[in-house]
């Protein structure tokens, strides 16, 4: 008894003692034990808060903290309140939650102090990666704020968001093919408050995938299926550079899913792909020196069932009220007895069935397929698959309002006169991509896309609110421009151009060049809505003078656009002045009938009327008294007028003026000139251009590959009376600068601007009378019969006599073409920013369809001296016997011209009146399709400047039928080379 009495007293010691330290003693309220709620009559919670209190706070001021807590002195403590108030404190993520707590002291008036004590983290001073060397530190960086990861220089250490870092780590090497390497924080103080964070890597070896393969697949081969992966690719040289041969299961994943789409698009409806097994099979690779080093290998081992392949059975539709079953079924393009593929299931279905409700305002209509497979019958390999296409069209959304977001310049109306959908209509989905077709081919933004489309709707109102985003491109271009070009000599540009002048929608360009041998001065203007109507209106007006040479003489090569830049003689250049303007209109199809809806949205016809005076007067060499220089295939010709009308019909859906990707441009025009002109020639064109996003070598790459290709078709004829010219100022009465060259950056850019014509031979044939023989110490005329013998005279005295050109001068002369074919293909693929790659081909080729009738070019008499024998174009003199006859040594006793004369000889000049007729046979012209048919391949690098909005191009082009025979007289001079690189600027289509 005593013992047990003992023990009670003990037990009732310590309850007391216990007592007095709640009653007297400090509360600890910590993070991991909670705050509970406490009995309103606990005498704590009615005690009042003396004052509030923070503790181990260094960096972060009391101030501030206090911000946080809601707790103020005089109010009555709250267990509840000081635990949300604490966890709002450690919600900052500057302090330890494992050592930190919320505690309460007795007050000094009988109330209490609620004591934050706080341990800050510490400061992360730096942050090193040891051993990283397959991944750049701005991808890491990239990468933490893609997953939001805290993780930065002189923030608040937090042992979440480093181990986060660590994980991320490994999945980026994981990623490059490294999925072997260890990654391991380390923590370094540097004080109290600061500390380095060292993340220790350990890559480990690279892992390729060295095989793929199928097993079960019975219909397809494992190489056709492997064809269909866009992002992991067996190990080869080219995977070392696109790293497509690093196994990731994500990447994977998206593979599988587009075999599995592959194979229902081939009607095998119910494929199975099971796991992929992972098996590691050694070293790989090698082979190819520093480029190609051995690696560990992976084995991918995909099990496939194909299942059948199934053809449409019946095809029902249930649900449709605004569309009859039958038109259901016509649009959704299932048939029955043909192949039950996936794409037309999806493209018919859930793209035209869907986009046809949604034409109807329907924009919450819901589709969707129901199959029932049934089995193959007896003695068949083919399942059936009946389908139900189930609708629910919901109700018609109206069109409540219509917004831009990022048109800081461009005026609201000038984007919403573009749209073809209005407030208050119901919301076409159709018309709504054709409107945002529209507002790209402006040429004033960033290419809209369908997400920048943003689309609320309320329920109960049925109304739907669009909001279209826009950035806007720099509206002011300036350009310089400068260089040598094979038609402008050497010359310097500049052209300033501004499309959307003050946010109207108005263009104003300016464009000045000059150099030696060009000079041109123009002017435009085009508003695309004038007077506020949808009618497109344009005005230009230019001067231009071309100098260039006839090359007859041999100074250059004819037609003056094969010009060489050295050695020119100003003396030898024929002058063009040409000044002209011209105004046009044109319309959408549209707001001229309403028959083709569809086809008139994107579709403008257009006319437009120019008129233009052109003067070609002679070099100098040929307005001079001696007629030895002159140049004698002339051009030269005043009073050229031009007047044109030229109706167009253009169908145009390509999205972006300069840098398209996808559409199709059509366009036709006809150009009649003689209205009131004394030009008369009719002039139709044709040309095509189609632009579509195409994956061959840019696959994966987020921007897409552009296959894009033009053609090009052109013919020029005269009809009525041709013009009269007495020069080549006009070719088959067209004037010379109307037909057709081809070659340069712009057409086939392996060739030199406009060095592909058709040729033609000349003739020189000279007229004399009025012949006399002069002698040549004296100077005096010598008697007919008496000094000289009359057969002197006679056989100096010819009428349209064919000479020899002279030594140096070309046997033929560029003539064009009366019809041009132009094709072109170029396959663009988007590098890295502004940097692409472009692969072409280009072809071409100009040549006459109408037969050309000779043209000749007669020159006024003129007193000349003749040759020293009577076919001798050059002047020269003769020599006389003593009776007065000519020396030719034909006489036995004749003697050397070149040396000592006897007695009785004499020196003379025979003088006439000379007059010239330059015959161009263009019956002979040379360079049919075929001859004048010239091709080049080759790659570009392309660089688009964002400010220029025109790509600086560095051409490589091979030419495989280039004319290398510089001593072909039909050559010209002309060296075609086989391999060229040329710089240039803008695109070719």
Same mark, same amino acid.
């Given at each position: 008894?005593?013992?047990?009495?003992?023990?009670?007293?003990?037990?009732?010691?310590?309850?007391?003692?216990?007592?007095?330290?709640?009653?007297?003693?400090?509360?600890?309220?910590?993070?991991?034990?909670?705050?509970?709620?406490?009995?309103?009559?606990?005498?704590?919670?009615?005690?009042?808060?003396?004052?509030?209190?923070?503790?181990?706070?260094?960096?972060?001021?009391?101030?501030?903290?206090?911000?946080?807590?809601?707790?103020?002195?005089?109010?009555?403590?709250?267990?509840?309140?000081?635990?949300?108030?604490?966890?709002?404190?450690?919600?900052?993520?500057?302090?330890?939650?494992?050592?930190?707590?919320?505690?309460?002291?007795?007050?000094?008036?009988?109330?209490?102090?609620?004591?934050?004590?706080?341990?800050?983290?510490?400061?992360?001073?730096?942050?090193?990666?040891?051993?990283?060397?397959?991944?750049?530190?701005?991808?890491?960086?990239?990468?933490?704020?893609?997953?939001?990861?805290?993780?930065?220089?002189?923030?608040?250490?937090?042992?979440?968001?480093?181990?986060?870092?660590?994980?991320?780590?490994?999945?980026?090497?994981?990623?490059?093919?490294?999925?072997?390497?260890?990654?391991?924080?380390?923590?370094?103080?540097?004080?109290?408050?600061?500390?380095?964070?060292?993340?220790?890597? !350990? $890559? =480990?070896? *690279?892992? &390729?995938?060295?095989? +793929?393969?199928? /097993? %079960?697949?019975?219909? #397809?081969?494992?190489?056709?299926?492997?064809?269909?992966?866009?992002?992991?690719?067996?190990?080869?040289?080219?995977?070392?550079?696109?790293?497509?041969?690093?196994?990731?299961?994500?990447?994977?994943?998206?593979?599988?899913?587009?075999?599995?789409?592959?194979?229902?698009?081939?009607?095998?409806?119910?494929?199975?792909?099971?796991?992929?097994?992972?098996?590691?099979?050694?070293?790989?690779?090698?082979?190819?020196?520093?480029?190609?080093?051995?690696?560990?290998?992976?084995?991918?081992?995909?099990?496939? !069932? $194909? =299942?059948? *392949?199934? &053809?449409?059975?019946? +095809?029902?539709? /249930? %649900?449709?009220?605004? #569309?009859?079953?039958?038109?259901?079924?016509?649009?959704?393009?299932?048939?029955?007895?043909?192949?039950?593929?996936?794409?037309?299931?999806?493209?018919?279905?859930?793209?035209?069935?869907?986009?046809?409700?949604?034409?109807?305002?329907?924009?919450?209509?819901?589709?969707?397929?129901?199959?029932?497979?049934?089995?193959?019958?007896?003695?068949?390999?083919?399942?059936?698959?009946?389908?139900?296409?189930?609708?629910?069209?919901?109700?018609?959304?109206?069109?409540?309002?219509?917004?831009?977001?990022?048109?800081?310049?461009?005026?609201?109306?000038?984007?919403?006169?573009?749209?073809?959908?209005?407030?208050?209509?119901?919301?076409?989905?159709?018309?709504?991509?054709?409107?945002?077709?529209?507002?790209?081919?402006?040429?004033?933004?960033?290419?809209?896309?369908?997400?920048?489309?943003?689309?609320?709707?309320?329920?109960?109102?049925?109304?739907?609110?669009?909001?279209?985003?826009?950035?806007?491109?720099?509206?002011?271009?300036?350009?310089?421009?400068?260089?040598?070009?094979?038609?402008?000599?050497?010359?310097?540009?500049?052209?300033?151009?501004?499309?959307?002048?003050?946010?109207?929608?108005?263009?104003?360009?300016?464009?000045?060049?000059?150099?030696?041998?060009?000079?041109?001065?123009?002017?435009?203007?085009?508003?695309?809505?004038?007077?506020?109507?949808?009618?497109?209106?344009?005005?230009?007006?230019?001067?231009?003078?071309?100098?260039?040479?006839?090359?007859?003489?041999?100074?250059?090569?004819?037609?003056?656009?094969?010009?060489?830049?050295?050695?020119?003689?100003?003396?030898?250049?024929?002058?063009?002045?040409?000044?002209?303007?011209?105004?046009?209109?044109?319309?959408?199809?549209?707001?001229?009938?309403?028959?083709?809806?569809?086809?008139?949205?994107?579709?403008?016809?257009?006319?437009?009327?120019?008129?233009?005076?052109?003067?070609?007067?002679?070099?100098?060499?040929?307005?001079?008294?001696?007629?030895?220089?002159?140049?004698?295939?002339?051009?030269?010709?005043?009073?050229?007028?031009?007047?044109?009308?030229?109706?167009?019909?253009?169908?145009?859906?390509?999205?972006?003026?300069?840098?398209?990707?996808?559409?199709?441009?059509?366009?036709?025009?006809?150009?009649?000139?003689?209205?009131?002109?004394?030009?008369?020639?009719?002039?139709?064109?044709?040309?095509?251009?189609?632009?579509?996003?195409?994956?061959?070598?840019?696959?994966?790459?987020?921007?897409?590959?552009?296959?894009?290709?033009?053609?090009?078709?052109?013919?020029?004829?005269?009809?009525?009376?041709?013009?009269?010219?007495?020069?080549?100022?006009?070719?088959?009465?067209?004037?010379?600068?109307?037909?057709?060259?081809?070659?340069?950056?712009?057409?086939?850019?392996?060739?030199?601007?406009?060095?592909?014509?058709?040729?033609?031979?000349?003739?020189?044939?000279?007229?004399?009378?009025?012949?006399?023989?002069?002698?040549?110490?004296?100077?005096?005329?010598?008697?007919?019969?008496?000094?000289?013998?009359?057969?002197?005279?006679?056989?100096?005295?010819?009428?349209?006599?064919?000479?020899?050109?002279?030594?140096?001068?070309?046997?033929?002369?560029?003539?064009?073409?009366?019809?041009?074919?132009?094709?072109?293909?170029?396959?663009?693929?988007?590098?890295?920013?502004?940097?692409?790659?472009?692969?072409?081909?280009?072809?071409?080729?100009?040549?006459?369809?109408?037969?050309?009738?000779?043209?000749?070019?007669?020159?006024?008499?003129?007193?000349?001296?003749?040759?020293?024998?009577?076919?001798?174009?050059?002047?020269?003199?003769?020599?006389?016997?003593?009776?007065?006859?000519?020396?030719?040594?034909?006489?036995?006793?004749?003697?050397?011209?070149?040396?000592?004369?006897?007695?009785?000889?004499?020196?003379?000049?025979?003088?006439?009146?000379?007059?010239?007729?330059?015959?161009?046979?263009?019956?002979?012209?040379?360079?049919?399709?075929?001859?004048?048919?010239?091709?080049?391949?080759?790659?570009?690098?392309?660089?688009?400047?964002?400010?220029?909005?025109?790509?600086?191009?560095?051409?490589?082009?091979?030419?495989?039928?280039?004319?290398?025979?510089?001593?072909?007289?039909?050559?010209?001079?002309?060296?075609?080379?086989?391999?060229?690189?040329?710089?240039?600027?803008?695109?070719?289509?």
């Amino acid at each position: 008894m005593p013992a047990m009495f003992h023990l009670y007293r003990q037990w009732v010691r310590l309850l007391l003692t216990a007592l007095l330290l709640c009653c007297f003693g400090p509360t600890h309220l910590t993070c991991a034990q909670g705050i509970n709620a406490a009995d309103p009559q606990d005498p704590v919670q009615q005690q009042l808060i003396e004052d509030v209190q923070f503790r181990g706070n260094r960096r972060i001021p009391t101030d501030t903290l206090r911000l946080y807590v809601t707790m103020k002195p005089g109010d009555l403590y709250s267990a509840e309140q000081a635990q949300r108030d604490y966890q709002a404190v450690l919600a900052q993520g500057f302090f330890d939650p494992l050592r930190s707590n919320v505690t309460l002291e007795p007050g000094n008036t009988g109330g209490v102090f609620v004591v934050f004590n706080l341990t800050e983290y510490p400061v992360i001073r730096d942050i090193q990666y040891e051993g990283l060397k397959s991944i750049q530190l701005s991808d890491v960086l990239t990468r933490y704020k893609e997953k939001r990861i805290s993780l930065t220089k002189d923030s608040p250490y937090d042992p979440v968001q480093v181990k986060r870092a660590e994980s991320e780590l490994k999945s980026m090497l994981s990623e490059r093919g490294r999925p072997n390497a260890v990654v391991t924080a380390e923590i370094e103080d540097v004080s109290k408050t600061s500390i380095i964070v060292i993340f220790n890597v !350990d $890559e =480990g070896g *690279r892992v &390729r995938v060295a095989k +793929i393969d199928f /097993e %079960g697949n019975q219909v #397809f081969s494992s190489r056709l299926l492997r064809k269909q992966m866009k992002y992991t690719k067996q190990s080869s040289f080219l995977t070392r550079f696109t790293s497509k041969d690093i196994y990731s299961p994500e990447k994977f994943e998206t593979d599988m899913q587009l075999v599995s789409q592959f194979l229902r698009e081939k009607g095998y409806l119910r494929p199975t792909i099971g796991t992929p097994r992972i098996e590691n099979i050694g070293k790989v690779g090698g082979g190819i020196p520093l480029i190609s080093k051995k690696s560990d290998g992976l084995r991918i081992v995909v099990p496939i !069932d $194909e =299942g059948i *392949r199934y &053809r449409f059975g019946d +095809i029902t539709s /249930e %649900g449709s009220t605004i #569309f009859t079953p039958e038109q259901v079924i016509l649009i959704s393009g299932m048939r029955k007895g043909d192949i039950a593929s996936a794409k037309t299931i999806r493209e018919g279905v859930y793209e035209r069935l869907k986009k046809a409700y949604g034409s109807r305002g329907y924009i919450q209509a819901d589709v969707n397929v129901q199959p029932t497979f049934k089995p193959p019958a007896a003695g068949e390999s083919e399942g059936v698959a009946d389908f139900t296409i189930y609708v629910e069209e919901g109700s018609v959304y109206t069109v409540e309002q219509i917004e831009f977001a990022g048109n800081n310049t461009t005026r609201d109306k000038v984007l919403r006169r573009e749209l073809l959908v209005s407030e208050g209509e119901p919301y076409n989905q159709e018309l709504m991509e054709y409107s945002i077709l529209l507002l790209n081919q402006l040429g004033y933004f960033d290419e809209i896309k369908k997400e920048d489309i943003q689309t609320t709707t309320d329920e109960r109102r049925k109304t739907v609110n669009v909001v279209i985003k826009v950035k806007e491109r720099g509206r002011q271009q300036i350009q310089f421009s400068g260089g040598v070009s094979g038609i402008g000599g050497s010359f310097i540009g500049l052209t300033y151009t501004t499309n959307n002048l003050f946010g109207y929608g108005q263009s104003v360009s300016v464009d000045v060049q000059a150099g030696n041998l060009f000079r041109n001065i123009a002017l435009s203007y085009s508003d695309p809505y004038f007077l506020d109507r949808r009618i497109g209106f344009g005005l230009s007006v230019f001067s231009q003078r071309f100098r260039y040479a006839s090359g007859i003489s041999g100074a250059a090569i004819a037609g003056g656009f094969f010009n060489s830049f050295t050695g020119l003689d100003e003396r030898n250049l024929f002058t063009q002045d040409t000044t002209g303007a011209s105004v046009s209109f044109s319309a959408p199809l549209a707001v001229l009938t309403s028959r083709f809806p569809k086809f008139g949205r994107v579709s403008r016809v257009g006319i437009s009327y120019s008129y233009s005076t052109s003067r070609i007067t002679d070099p100098p060499v040929n307005r001079d008294d001696n007629p030895d220089n002159d140049i004698i295939v002339t051009f030269a010709q005043p009073g050229i007028t031009i007047s044109s009308l030229t109706p167009s019909f253009v169908y145009n859906t390509i999205n972006n003026p300069i840098n398209p990707t996808t559409g199709r441009n059509l366009t036709f025009s006809f150009t009649w000139s003689g209205l009131g002109g004394r030009v008369k020639t009719l002039a139709p064109l044709l040309e095509y251009r189609e632009f579509r996003p195409f994956r061959f070598l840019g696959q994966g790459i987020e921007k897409p590959a552009v296959l894009g290709m033009r053609f090009r078709a052109a013919h020029v004829s005269t009809y009525g009376t041709p013009f009269d010219s007495n020069s080549l100022a006009f070719i088959g009465g067209v004037p010379q600068f109307n037909r057709f060259y081809t070659g340069g950056e712009f057409e086939i850019r392996g060739y030199g601007i406009r060095t592909i014509s058709p040729v033609a031979p000349i003739e020189d044939r000279r007229t004399t009378t009025n012949v006399r023989v002069i002698d040549g110490l004296t100077g005096q005329v010598l008697q007919p019969g008496l000094q000289v013998s009359p057969s002197v005279i006679q056989e100096y005295t010819y009428t349209d006599k064919l000479f020899p050109l002279p030594i140096g001068s070309f046997q033929f002369i560029p003539v064009g073409g009366d019809s041009q074919l132009l094709l072109n293909v170029e396959y663009r693929v988007p590098i890295v920013g502004p940097l692409s790659l472009a692969l072409f081909a280009d072809a071409g080729s100009v040549f006459n369809v109408r037969s050309l009738s000779d043209q000749s070019i007669r020159a006024r008499a003129l007193p000349a001296t003749l040759g020293s024998t009577p076919d001798s174009p050059v002047p020269g003199p003769i020599i006389l016997r003593p009776d007065g006859t000519r020396l030719d040594g034909t006489r036995p006793n004749d003697p050397n011209p070149g040396g000592p004369l006897p007695d009785g000889f004499r020196v003379a000049f025979v003088q006439a009146q000379q007059s010239t007729r330059t015959q161009v046979n263009l019956s002979q012209t040379l360079g049919g399709i075929g001859r004048n048919f010239r091709a080049s391949v080759g790659a570009e690098i392309q660089v688009n400047l964002p400010v220029l909005q025109v790509p600086f191009r560095l051409i490589f082009a091979y030419n495989p039928g280039a004319k290398t025979n510089v001593f072909d007289p039909r050559q010209l001079g002309i060296i075609e080379e086989r391999g060229v690189i040329r710089f240039t600027v803008g695109r070719t289509f």
